[in-house]
Nanobody, 126 residues
Framework: QVQVVESGGGSVQAGGSLRLSCAAS????????MGWFRQAPGKEREGVAV???????TYTDSVKGRFTISKDNAQHIFYLEMNSLKAEDTAMYSC????????????????????WGLGTQVTVSS
């Protein structure tokens, strides 16, 4: 059984940094598309960044140049490095994995992802 657990959220001041982690246990697929999502209060969940099993990445426009998605294949851990944080980055951040791995890009339908974590809260104060 695959379990996905996020960690690393917290409260920071604007301009600060956080690194989120997404640990996938029980995962034996060689290909995947992994995505970070966020949902702010009163807003729809949005895709933030994705990475596939080849290491290819895409980002939503609002985080380009500030966020970096990466992976540790050996540990099945995915990261989201967030720098120059803004108040508008405040949200619940979740990660999700699609073991098929095809057509991996930010903005793909959430229904394409099979395994989801519960999320970690990020709060940025201005």
């Amino acid at each position: 059984q695959v379990q996905v657990v996020e960690s690393g959220g917290g409260s920071v001041q604007a301009g600060g940094s956080l690194r989120l982690s997404c640990a996938a246990s029980g995962y034996t697929y060689s290909s995947y598309c992994m995505g970070w999502f966020r949902q702010a209060p009163g807003k729809e969940r949005e895709g933030v960044a994705v990475i596939d099993s080849y290491g290819r990445t895409t980002y939503t426009d609002s985080v380009k140049g500030r966020f970096t998605i990466s992976k540790d294949n050996a540990q099945h851990i995915f990261y989201l490095e967030m720098n120059s944080l803004k108040a508008e980055d405040t949200a619940m951040y979740s990660c999700a994995i699609d073991p098929r791995g095809a057509a991996c890009y930010v903005g793909r339908a959430e229904s394409e992802y099979k395994f989801w974590g519960l999320g970690t809260q990020v709060t940025v104060s201005s």
